[in-house]
Every structure is written in C-alpha cells, then in structure tokens.
C-alpha cells in the first residue's frame, strides 16, 4: 500500500533504537525525511547514517534528552512546520510509589505528559493551516492496565491521553489527526531489564525470560519494534484521516475487551 506520505517530512522522538527506531524505520521507507532524536549521540548517529543508507531519504539528528527546552527548540529549528510528530520518551523506572518524592513524581509528568503536549502546541497550527497532519503519541498499555512500580508512568500516560481526547477533536476537520500507540510486551531493551548496569544477557537467559513473557500473552510471542512501526506509519498515512483520538493498543491481545 502506498501511505501517500512520500516527501513528508517527520520528526520522531527518541527514535535512536527501540520503539521510536521502529517508527522512523517505516516512515523511512514510506519515503518521509525524517528529524531523529535520542540522547547518546553516537547510538543516534549509526542510526541515523542506516537510516540514510537503506532508504535514501533526508535524516537530520538532533541529539538530547527530548524533555529538555534546548532539545525541543533544536528539533524545531531542524524542522520548524513538520507533517508528522511522533512523541515518544522512556518512562520513569519501575520503583514503588512510596519511593516517589515531587522532584521525581514532576520530573516523570514532565517527560511523559508535559514534553508531548508542549511539542504538539508547537507544531499543530502549521499543521492545520497546511490542511495534514499526523501527531502519534506513544504511550503504554499500562494506560489500560496499570501496574503497581510504573504508578507515575501510567498516570503521566494516562493524563496525555485525557488532556489530547478533547484536543483531537478541535483539528480533525482540517486534516490533523492526533492518536496513542499503547505498546504491550515488545521485544525492546526496556523489557529486557532489570539488569545491573552493564551486565549482559546470555542468549539462554535471553531465551528463557521470552518464553516467560510470551506465555502471558495470546499471541504467544513479543512484539517487534519494526512491526509496531508499520501500524505507526498507516496511522501517518493519507489513509488515517478519518482516524483521531484512539488509543490503539498493540500487545498481542493482551489486553481483554470488548469495547
């Protein structure tokens, strides 16, 4: 299928592996110049460069931690009017809500509530005014089923995903869409924790912590970053625009639900 996206050009988040790498693999090959981002700029730069390599299309790198104020104006000056915003940032770390002080519990809301919104302030009026729009913003499925440890990470997620329900609905009419990506169990470096820094996971042990997981879930198996990619670049595409304010879990069918 042809996404019709082809010259468009995106900027996704944290997007020097995992996830966001997915995402920009897929818009890549839908033929989008892409403004990556991630704060080891060497990681992010091999990204970048196979990105280039592969499929021939504009990469520009902005390297930092997305949350920050410099980062995020560094991305716009890289691309001051985008067709496509793809949020994303890594979540706080699993720890028990009593362990929570302000300065973390704000620092958690900043990164997956506060940093999503104020990019997408930046750039939606462009967008509208230009008549396409594509914003994505990914979540978790802890949205749906929390977990006790990512307590702060879920009610960030789950205050982005309120506060844009209404936003969504403002912009549809000129061909902007805004939609959540909530990721199950997928086959990331996040899930492969906790490990102590600088260990290395044996391909036994590798294997034995998949087979665990996947047991849990229908499809018996993780999911991969390039898969979760694809559905990321049809929501981008021409062909979504009829689409906005869902919450789109990919997790294998981890989730139960009817509705």
């Given at each position: 299928m042809d996404l019709?996206?082809?010259?468009?050009?995106?900027?996704?988040?944290?997007?020097?592996?995992?996830?966001?790498r997915g995402c920009a693999t897929a818009l890549a090959e839908a033929g989008c110049d892409l403004i990556v981002n991630g704060r080891d700029a060497d990681v992010l730069?091999?990204?970048?460069?196979?990105?280039?390599?592969?499929?021939?299309?504009?990469?520009?790198?902005?390297?930092?931690?997305?949350?920050?104020?410099?980062?995020?104006?560094?991305l716009l000056a890289a691309c001051p009017d985008p067709d496509i915003l793809v949020n994303n940032?890594?979540?706080?770390?699993?720890?028990?809500?009593?362990?929570?002080?302000?300065?973390?519990?704000?620092?958690?809301?900043?990164?997956?509530m506060v940093t999503p919104i104020e990019l997408i302030k930046a750039v939606i009026d462009g967008m509208a005014e230009r008549g396409f729009g594509r914003i994505v913003n990914i979540?978790?499925?802890?949205?749906?089923?929390?977990?006790?440890?990512?307590?702060?990470?879920?009610?960030?997620?789950?205050?982005?995903?309120?506060?844009?329900?209404?936003v969504a609905r403002t912009v549809i009419d000129r061909n902007v869409t805004i939609n959540n990506m909530l990721p199950g169990k997928l086959d990331t470096d996040r899930l492969r924790?906790?490990?102590?820094?600088?260990?290395?996971?044996?391909?036994?042990?590798?294997?034995?912590?998949?087979?665990?997981?996947?047991?849990?879930?229908?499809?018996?198996?993780?999911?991969?970053?390039?898969?979760?990619?694809?559905?990321?670049?049809?929501?981008?595409?021409i062909h979504a625009g009829y689409l906005t304010g869902q919450n789109i879990p990919v997790d294998g069918g981890l989730y139960v639900s009817a509705f």
């Open positions: 019709g996206i082809r010259g468009k050009k995106a900027i996704i988040c944290a997007s020097s592996k995992g996830l966001g730069a091999r990204t970048a460069e196979d990105l280039r390599r592969r499929h021939g299309v504009a990469v520009t790198e902005v390297a930092g931690d997305v949350s920050m104020p410099d980062v995020q104006m560094a940032n890594g979540g706080p770390p699993f720890r028990d809500f009593r362990e929570l002080d302000r300065e973390k519990i704000l620092q958690g809301v900043t990164q997956n979540t978790s499925l802890s949205v749906y089923m929390p977990l006790a440890g990512l307590d702060l990470s879920s009610g960030a997620r789950a205050g982005l995903t309120s506060f844009l329900a209404g924790g906790p490990h102590e820094p600088g260990s290395v996971e044996s391909p036994e042990a590798a294997a034995a912590r998949k087979a665990r997981i996947s047991a849990e879930i229908p499809a018996k198996r993780l999911g991969t970053p390039e898969e979760f990619g694809q559905i990321c670049a049809f929501l981008c595409s």
